[in-house]
């Protein structure tokens, strides 16, 4: 899935490449426009963009206190969370035969423990020109995966799953094992 979203941004690009290569004025040529801009969408998708976040501090919440947990209850073993971003179910691309995952985080977590905003980009506002609260999920989706914002918004589902794992450690000269 990841391989077909990156495929068509980059026929997009090429696209756009081949518009300067044919004669563009590359002075006022602006890429950022050419894909969808945080500043130029509508309404509606900023609001889902908005929901996605409202949904991924939930996510995150509820991974951290499994953490929480899995420390209090096994301390010293490795836990990992895995978070998926699904298609959603009426996108073009959404085939019942594939898994339809867009990306996958994996966490060993805490997912950064503070409640800071992750917010860098100062146009990701609110109306009245307040900077929206993102996350640590939220910003590792649009700012450390790769993927564009048309892509983002294309997520329908979030999956997530939380491992407890116990390494053994046999040693062939004794006979206890160490955990």
């Known amino acids: ?9 980059v026929l997009k690009l090429k696209d756009e490449l ?3 290569w044919e004669g563009a004025d590359i002075k006022h040529y602006s890429f950022r426009e050419k894909f969808l801009a945080v500043e130029n969408m509508t309404h509606e998708k900023r609001n889902k963009l ?3 976040n409202s949904r991924l501090v939930e996510v995150q919440n509820r991974l951290r206190k499994q953490f929480e947990w899995a420390e209090k ?5 490795c836990r990992l969370a895995k978070i998926y ?5 009426n996108d073009l691309d959404y085939s019942e035969d594939d898994d339809n995952i867009i990306v996958t985080f994996h966490e060993n977590f805490a997912p950064q423990d503070d409640e800071r905003s992750w917010n860098d980009h100062p146009q990701l506002t609110y109306e009245n020109g307040i900077r929206e609260y993102h ?3 939220y910003h590792k989706l649009y700012d450390h995966t790769g993927l564009v914002w048309e892509d983002i918004l ?7 799953q939380f491992r407890v794992n116990f390494d053994i450690d046999f040693d062939i000269y004794e006979s206890k094992a160490r955990i």
């Open 154 to 160: 294309r997520i329908g589902k979030i999956w997530a």
């Open 135 to 137: 996350c640590w999920f």
């Open 73 to 77: 209850n096994f301390p010293g073993h």
């Open 85 to 89: 971003f699904i298609l959603e179910e």
């Open 50 to 52: 908005r929901h996605l």
């Open 1 to 9: 899935m990841l391989f077909k979203l990156l495929h068509r941004s």
């Open 18 to 20: 081949l518009k300067i």
